[in-house]
């Protein structure tokens, strides 16, 4: 009796914090909804800000966002699953480069974000950005040596590193080991099964792992104030060493710098529900892919 007393309370317990954290999310979501939706329009999706940013819309910041999304992306996606292939298919616990790159895994997961666009601007912008004028930019002129695109993009595929290499690495070892011992008695070799056998039972969680990271890298901001985010801008990044507006430090900027922060409070509404949307677009888009790998796997 006491025994199913305790289970009854844990139950209720979980059921009472589960149920919390829902009201929690529902709450904040109808707040932004609420008051976002008044200021939501054509206008505001496709022109620039105005008048001080207490008018006109969030288009180069919606522009910016994607486009660094998807660089980002392109940048940090194939490094984490080449990383976690080599760490679950080539080498064991035991060897120490394994241990250390884990090692450095855990480390970064745990770095204020901060740290990281501090990080970028010494080493991408300073370092790298730099080293790249002194041999292709004519003298006295900077092209790569200062924030940019590029060095945003870079700053965030680093951040998303660990999330993308700890959750691909689980998916590989998911994958039964008969799949591997049958394909190398046929005669297959390790890399042939690796890429014809464990890769296509892995797609979907491969793609988990660019969801986890887009859903990260979208909602960074702290990186990018000295990375390649701009305060300001009315044009669109046309080139990689171009900045940028982003919506989260668009966001930042309406509730801190603006020259009339109530005046701006519906544009910051308008602005956190187009970056929440935008946010699920993209995982969307990335769950759909990932639906179709599975049914095209399913079906072979």
């Known amino acids: 009796m006491n025994k199913r007393l305790l289970g009854n309370f844990y139950i209720g317990i979980t ?3 589960a149920l919390l954290i829902f009201l929690l999310v529902a709450f904040i979501l109808l707040d932004i909804f609420r008051g976002g939706l008044a200021k939501l329009s054509w206008e505001f999706l496709t022109q620039p800000p105005k008048e001080g940013m207490t008018a006109g819309g969030i288009f180069p910041a919606i522009y910016g966002t994607v486009v660094l999304v998807l660089l980002m992306t392109i940048l940090g996606l194939p490094l984490g699953i080449i990383t976690a292939i080599y760490l679950s298919e080539y080498t ?4 120490w480069l394994a241990r250390t790159v884990r090692f450095a895994v855990s480390n970064l997961a745990s770095v204020p974000s ?7 601007l010494g080493f991408f912008v300073q370092f790298v950005g730099t080293g790249i004028d002194a041999v292709v930019a004519p003298k006295d002129e900077v092209i790569y040596g200062k924030p940019a695109l590029i060095w945003a993009a870079a700053t965030l595929a680093v951040l998303t590193l660990p999330v993308v290499i700890v959750s691909v690495e689980e998916t590989l070892r998911a994958v039964p080991r008969d799949y591997r011992e049958a394909a190398l008695a046929l005669g297959a070799t390790k890399w042939q099964t690796t890429w014809k056998v ?14 986890l990271a887009v859903s990260r890298g979208a909602g960074e901001v702290a990186p990018l104030l000295f990375t390649g985010a701009a305060f300001f801008l009315p044009k669109l990044p046309n080139s990689l060493d171009d900045q940028f507006m982003h919506l989260g430090y668009h966001l930042y900027v309406l509730a801190t710098q603006s020259v009339d922060v109530e005046q701006t409070l519906p544009l910051q509404y308008a602005t956190t529900l187009v970056l929440l949307a935008l946010t699920f ?4 888009s990335a769950i759909l892919i990932r639906y179709r790998f599975r049914q095209k796997l ?3």
Not at 92 to 95: D, F, I, P, Q
Not at 199 to 206: F, K, Q, S
Not at 281 to 284: E, G, I, M, P, V
């Open 15 to 17: 059921a009472f914090a």
């Open 92 to 95: 064991t616990a035991e060897n």
């Open 198 to 211: 464990v890769l296509p039972n892995a797609v979907g969680g491969i793609l988990t792992g660019a969801i």
């Open 298 to 300: 399913i079906r072979t």
């Open 114 to 120: 901060i740290v990281f666009g501090l990080f970028g």
């Open 281 to 284: 677009l993209l995982n969307l």
